[in-house]
């Protein structure tokens, strides 16, 4: 297997497991990181933006949008098999916390399809404004185009998942106005606002360590 195909397969399941174990932890549970109050599941999320934002640079626009598209089945796959389990018949006497199991599945259910929702908005979002800056800087600024089509689709990602949680009731008893959500969701914003900052020298590492290996497969693949 080619180096460009090994690093793809690399890149292409830093995305998923983030995706996955992000939407798992959701907001089952939320958490004081540096002062704010996030979801568990927010520490995940960065890690889909920055795999994102490689594979845009390093394969280009189509390959990145294939992938949201792979995220979100995927998504579709872990809720069926929730389901499945869900409406299994209980093994009498041999399980020892199904109470556990009921109790997670029915707040996650919600959480799940919250997070598909704003998934597909926000990696759509994020990868479109990424080749769109990197066609009107005509491929230069490469920290400006990985900082701006983060920060703008964490933001519709951080508003439309809270914001579905919220109308569905699914969130703590302390939000419980529009104030409370607001107050949430800017300051899980700002936590990712301030890790898509910090992953710029990492994105800069990636692109200048990686992108001559994977030019040179691809144009002797061609």
Not at 47 to 53: E, G, H, R, S
Not at 54 to 70: H, S
Not at 154 to 183: E, H, W
Not at 189 to 200: S, W
Request: glycine content about 8%; overall charge positive; hydrophobic content about 50%.
């Amino acid at each position: 297997m080619e180096f460009k195909e090994k690093l793809f397969l690399l890149l292409s399941s830093i995305f998923l497991t983030s995706l996955v174990v992000g939407n798992i932890i959701g907001t089952t549970k939320f958490v004081n990181v540096f002062g704010l109050t996030v979801p568990a599941g927010t520490l995940a999320y960065p890690f889909t933006f920055l795999a994102t934002d490689l594979i845009c640079e390093l394969y280009g626009k189509k390959r990145a949008q294939v992938l949201v598209w792979v995220g979100f089945s995927m998504n579709f796959f872990m809720l069926g098999l929730m389901m499945l389990g869900h409406y299994l018949k209980d093994a009498s006497g041999v399980s020892g916390a199904t109470s556990t199991f009921e109790s997670v599945y029915g707040f996650m259910i919600g959480n799940v399809i919250a997070s598909m929702f704003a998934y597909l908005v926000a990696q759509s979002v994020d990868v479109k404004l990424f080749h769109f800056w990197k066609h009107l800087t005509k491929g230069k600024h490469l920290w400006l185009r990985n900082n701006l089509s983060t920060v703008v689709s964490q933001l519709v990602d951080t508003t439309a998942i809270l914001s579905v949680l919220y109308i569905a009731n699914n969130l703590g008893d302390s939000v419980r106005t529009i104030s409370d959500l607001i107050s949430l969701i800017i300051a899980s914003y700002l936590f990712k606002f301030c890790i898509a900052l910090l992953d710029t020298p990492l994105f800069y590492i990636g692109v200048w360590g990686l992108k001559d290996r994977v030019s040179r497969d691809l144009v002797l693949e061609s």
